[in-house]
């Protein structure tokens, strides 16, 4: 097969790396040699870099957004359509060779016994399980960019039919329809990785995408009373994917275990925000990457879990367990679901230094490059449904944590202050959910308490 | 003009285009470029000034524009977004912008130096009316130091190049009003400030007079003989 590897090319004697900012052509479109086919972003030049060659785009391998060290492989182009389908199929079988032949040739993996940790199972210890999940949930969205001329065809039909022949021959040994796998490969079709995916999770229910393992007691989530439709009716019956299983069965599970409580505070955003702006330019020149509101609130959450550290805790049985190590999970929601990275030791870290890493975990997130120890270990929640432009919203605990807070939308309100004057402040809702179980309501305020305080005064400044 | 380098030095066509809209300047920079990746002319150094502009590079965030766009509007200031590196940048009269179309193959193929090359410039230039610019490492743009107040940046960079091929380029605050750098967020913590040449000199030169300089120090850092058309 005639392919051209489009590596990200060196722009300068002194560049080391380059971030791609745009791809002009989509998976599928051909190019001509030269034509230009993305852009990338160096300091401060922006370049527009051409095809090495005349064919189809078969592949992208780095993402808008990445940045990868110069030689880097960036992305395939292919003779012709059929070679870009066939390629864009193969990769499976490219990142995994010797962790899948024994997957492939032994029994089906339902047989195994109950193990909580993916990464013990044979083929997870190459593509990373969070990722592996995530990437058997894409298919929704690579739908959307099938190529025209396909459309007839229904995707179960797609994944029947085109699937390279040893995915159907794997398929056929282990008597698996591949028409029910959510595929990743074009169209949704079922590549080699999403198969063995799909063998392995036929294993116990394990939760890698909040960071914990979901104890063996919990059991599926009883059925509603009366089928949800019959045959005839007028609905689409689609599988959830992976990710969307284990988010399901964590958040019932989360809710039977803990009692929820919520409280909710305003804060007042004007010391955060203006100081984010006063130094927001210099720390785009200095750090390569814009400073966000949510270290901030990190920062401040790590003040308030060392005040009242029972919200840094865990429930064992009858007895309460404390964690020592401060790791805050940062949810990021995902075009396919939703992913906590965890931010470990998030105690010992400067405010660059969690801007960083939760820039890092949230791009990689997004990119599907998570080790599985970054989506574990974590001793509570930060969430922000502001983003959306959410109030408030009262999140769910993330087992075996007991407390979760949200961040709603930050807008200006008008607020009277001292003297009655009336002035216009930034301000954020935010509400901790909390597990009444061991957090009583006075606790769950002191906490709150500590992180207005943190956020409305701090001298963030000095803990750049 | 006399001509710097040797004769056999690659031609470099100079033009003083005078107020040019930034959208009209996007689009012949465009036009240029392909023009130019095709081999169809010789490289180009567009030499102008825009109306009140604020422009943002492919890194910029908007909230970086303290004005909301009713206020810009008001002020006559129009905002634009573009395809080159930077934040947000501000032109308007009293600035000299510098579009050099030049194509960087083959001895020149470094993004890098293509910068340096052009801060050597403006520093050349700024010297020839005795001001002493500097580099901040770690920063693109030129920068000076004024007695008593912390360093400035007097001259901008930002460019994109396609196939090696340049487009957008520099801006120098010759006479420019800085007040209207108050529209967008300073380059960088509070204290770091911007200045012009009408700042810095009791008795400062015109844009004409600044382009025609760039134009000559260009043709010496970049090895191109320099010719106004």
Not at chain 1, 317 to 343: Q, S
Not at chain 1, 346 to 361: C, K, P, Y
Not at chain 2, 39 to 46: I, N, S
Request: net charge neutral.
């Amino acid at each position: 097969m005639a392919k051209t590897d489009v590596i990200m090319p060196q722009m300068g004697e002194s560049i080391a790396e380059g971030t791609i900012t745009k791809w002009l052509k989509k998976p599928g479109d051909a190019v001509r040699r030269d034509e230009p086919l993305f852009e990338i972003s160096t300091d401060k030049v922006d370049a527009e870099i051409p095809s090495p060659a005349a064919g189809v785009l078969a592949e992208i391998k780095v993402g808008e957004g990445q940045t990868v060290e110069v030689n880097t492989v960036v992305g395939i182009i292919a003779e012709n359509a059929a070679e870009a389908a066939a390629s864009a199929a193969a990769p499976a079988t490219a990142p995994a060779p010797a962790a899948a032949s024994p997957a492939a040739t032994t029994a089906p993996a339902p047989a195994k016994p109950a193990a909580p940790q993916p990464a013990r199972s044979p083929v997870a210890h190459t593509p990373a399980p969070a990722a592996a999940v995530a990437q058997a949930a894409t298919t929704a969205l690579r739908e959307t960019a099938t190529p025209a001329g396909h459309d007839a065809e229904s995707v179960e039909e797609l994944r029947r039919t085109r699937s390279t022949p040893l995915v159907r021959r794997i398929a056929k040994e282990e008597g698996v329809d591949i028409s029910h796998i959510q595929g990743t490969g074009i169209s949704g079709r079922v590549t080699k990785k999403d198969l063995l995916a799909h063998l392995e999770a036929g294993g116990p229910a394990v939760a890698p995408t909040l960071g914990a393992p979901v104890p063996a007691a919990a059991a599926p989530a009883p059925m509603p009373a009366g089928p949800v439709f019959r045959p005839g009716d007028n609905v689409v019956v689609e599988p959830m994917s992976l990710m969307r299983k284990r988010i399901a069965e964590h958040m019932v599970m989360s809710k039977r275990t803990s009692a929820h409580v919520h409280t909710i505070y305003e804060m007042d955003c004007s010391n955060i925000m203006s100081t984010r702006n006063q130094v927001q330019a210099d720390f785009v020149r200095r750090h390569g990457q814009k400073l966000t509101i949510t270290p901030f609130v990190v920062k401040a959450v790590v003040e308030a879990l060392r005040a009242v550290p029972v919200v840094n805790a865990s429930v064992d049985g009858d007895n309460i367990v404390y964690k020592k190590d401060i790791n805050v999970g940062v949810a990021v929601a995902l075009e396919w679901g939703l992913i906590v990275p965890v931010i470990h030791h998030a105690d010992e870290l400067s405010l660059v230094g969690i801007n960083t890493r939760v820039a890092d975990l949230a791009n990689r997130a997004r990119g599907k490059q998570l080790k599985p120890e970054e989506v574990q270990g974590g001793t509570f929640t930060v969430t922000n449904p502001g983003v959306f432009g959410s109030l408030f919203g009262t999140p769910i605990i993330s087992q075996p944590q007991v407390a979760i807070l949200g961040m709603g939308m930050i807008e200006k309100r008008v607020r009277v202050i001292e003297n009655d004057a009336i002035v216009i402040k930034p301000m954020m809702y935010t509400c901790l959910s909390y597990d009444h179980r061991i957090i009583d309501g006075a606790v769950a305020d002191q906490f709150m308490g500590s992180l207005k305080k943190t956020l409305e005064t701090a001298d963030f400044k000095a803990l750049l | 003009m006399d001509s710097i380098a040797t004769e056999t030095a690659p031609l470099c066509e100079a033009e003083l285009l005078g107020v040019v809209p930034y959208a009209d300047a996007l689009e012949m920079q465009a036009q240029r470029v392909a023009l130019r990746a095709d081999g169809g002319c010789a490289d180009r150094l567009w030499l102008l000034e825009h109306p009140h502009v604020l422009t943002l590079g492919r890194n910029a965030h908007e909230t970086h524009v303290l004005a909301d766009r009713a206020r810009l509007a008001a002020l006559g200031v129009e905002i634009h977004e573009c395809g080159r590196g930077g934040d947000v940048t501000y032109h308007g009269p009293g600035q000299l912008v510098a579009y050099p179309i030049v194509d960087l193959a083959p001895d020149r193929c470094d993004l890098h130096r293509y910068v340096r090359d052009l801060e050597q410039v403006l520093l050349r230039v700024l010297a020839a009316w005795g001001i002493r610019g500097h580099l901040v490492p770690g920063r693109t743009g030129v920068w000076v130091e004024r007695p008593g107040a912390p360093p400035a940046k007097i001259a901008a960079i930002g460019v994109r190049v396609s196939r090696w091929i340049t487009s957008h380029g520099i801006a120098l605050n010759v006479r420019t009003d800085l007040r209207y750098f108050d529209l967008i967020v300073p380059c960088g913590l509070a204290g770091s400030a911007v200045t012009s040449m009408a700042e810095l000199l009791p008795d400062p030169p015109t844009v004409a007079q600044v382009a025609e300089r760039f134009a000559q120090e260009f043709g010496v850092v970049f090895a191109r003989r320099v010719q106004f058309r």
